[in-house]
């Protein structure tokens, strides 16, 4: 990177790893100078939680807004209706405008633990596409704004030209997705001034589609910024473990399983990580980064620490790490254990014991907790278990531990009720 930014929030992108490309460096930079730059990120509501593998995202809002500008979250109320056709292989299902609400309401919980919300210069607002594209008539659509868009550059964007390559459908409802991802830049440019979109470097074609449109249409000057698509360095892609994705929503992974996710990272990822997923600052990220041995392991339950502190509070942080601490340094059973809770209809005389890994999130289906069970990687109370039996009701009314490999545990416990 050879350009010397004069705005903090350029430098901030490019001194610890976010930046990918930006369509303009010197004119972005001189609009963020000026401070209280409104700059947007959308997200589709497919999921009534966000992942790990939009954080990276959410952390370039939050240090927009830390370094004096206006993040705007913009919700794919209306977008979510069509699903984004970026490098996927097949088409979204279809959600209903209930679900989308429900969802958009589940995601607006993690960002309150990122930014802060209001009317003031740099609060953030969290906004819905739905509010200018429900309405849309469509010939008036296709004449004012569909004549800008030339099909066979729309083509030629990767993300449409692999799935036509692979000759995969792509359906013309998806096909409509980049016009309406280009129009919802166009009218934050025209409600809220917003002057920069930032996305994965996936959604580069599309961030174009809108800086072209917003000139042609209303002769304004705007900027695209991304960045890189992140793997994990075995090659993973990030927000992924063995037990599924890694949701940003208590409700739906507990904080001591995300803390773990953090704790469990590559020992060649931590300074990276650090940079972007945490505030400390970049020279103690490299130093912790470049530890060997077993100090890298008290580098990754900082890691751990920190980026749980952000999304769940200090105290969560806190009690994940003494629980771990309890799990794997003295043997016993952490009181913040993910802890699956069976009825007694449930359990009825007894219950397998791969359905209990399953039904905890220990295996992905019970041929996988099966060939868990015949290598050696599962125990029950800290007993291994080499093949599957049938637990009894009392044996589950007394408490169990599961544990598979080293690292993953729950509990399961009978309800009162």
């Known amino acids: 990177m050879t350009y010397h930014p004069k705005s903090d929030f350029l430098a901030v992108m490019i001194e610890r790893g976010f930046l990918a490309d930006c369509t303009d460096y010197q004119g972005l930079d001189e609009a963020l100078i000026k401070g209280g730059m409104p700059g947007y990120i959308g997200f589709d509501a497919t999921a009534a939680s966000l992942h790990v593998g939009s954080l990276i995202q959410i952390m370039m809002l939050r240090w927009l807004q830390k370094t004096g500008n206006k993040p705007l979250v913009l919700m794919g109320g209306g977008t979510t209706k069509v699903g984004d056709p970026s490098f996927r292989a097949d088409e979204r299902p279809l959600l209903t405008p209930a679900q989308i609400d429900a969802n958009i309401a589940g995601i607006k919980q993690v960002f309150q633990s990122y930014v802060s919300f209001g009317e003031g210069p740099t609060d953030a607002l969290m906004l819905n596409n739905a509010e200018w594209l429900d309405g849309l008539k469509y010939l008036d659509f296709l004449r004012d704004i569909g004549r800008h868009f030339s099909v066979n550059r729309m083509l030629s964007f990767e993300s449409v030209k692999s799935r036509l390559d692979r000759e995969q459908s792509l359906s013309f409802l998806e096909f409509n997705y980049m016009i309406l991802q280009a129009y919802d830049f166009l009218e934050l440019n025209r409600r809220y001034g917003c002057l920069l979109q930032m996305g994965g470097s996936d959604q580069w074609g599309n961030i174009v589609n809108g800086i072209d449109l917003t000139r042609r249409v209303l002769d304004h000057e705007i900027y695209g910024l991304t960045s890189p698509l992140l793997t994990t360095s075995d090659?993973?892609?990030?927000?992924?473990?063995?037990?599924?994705a890694i949701w940003l929503n208590a409700e739906m992974l507990s904080p001591y399983e995300f803390w773990q996710f953090w704790r469990n990272t590559t020992d060649a990822d931590v300074g990276r990580f650090l940079k972007l997923y945490t505030e400390l600052p970049v020279a103690e990220c490299d130093r912790l980064g470049a530890l060997a041995g077993s100090e890298i392991n008290a580098a990754k339950v900082q890691l751990a620490n920190e980026v749980t502190a952000l999304l769940h509070?200090?105290?969560?942080?806190?009690?994940?790490?003494?629980?771990?601490?309890?799990?794997?340094?003295?043997?016993?059973v952490g009181g913040d254990l993910p802890t699956l809770v069976l009825?007694?209809?449930?359990?009825?005389?007894?219950?397998?014991?791969?359905?209990?890994?399953?039904?905890?999130?220990?295996?992905?289906?019970?041929?996988?907790?099966?060939?868990?069970?015949?290598?050696?990687?599962?125990?029950?109370?800290?007993?291994?278990v080499t093949e599957a039996r049938l637990m009894s009701r009392e044996e589950i009314a007394s408490g169990l531990k599961l544990t598979a490999g080293k690292k993953r545990h729950a509990l399961v416990q009978l309800s009162d009720g």
Not at 314 to 324: I, Q
Not at 359 to 372: D, I, T, V, W, Y
């Open 313 to 332: 509070g200090p105290e969560a942080a806190a009690a994940a790490e003494a629980t771990a601490r309890e799990v794997f340094e003295k043997g016993g």
């Open 235 to 244: 090659g993973k892609k990030m927000g992924k473990s063995q037990s599924g």
């Open 343 to 384: 009825t007694a209809d449930q359990v009825g005389e007894g219950i397998a014991s791969t359905a209990l890994f399953v039904q905890a999130g220990l295996a992905g289906s019970g041929k996988e907790a099966k060939r868990l069970f015949a290598e050696g990687g599962a125990r029950i109370n800290d007993e291994v």
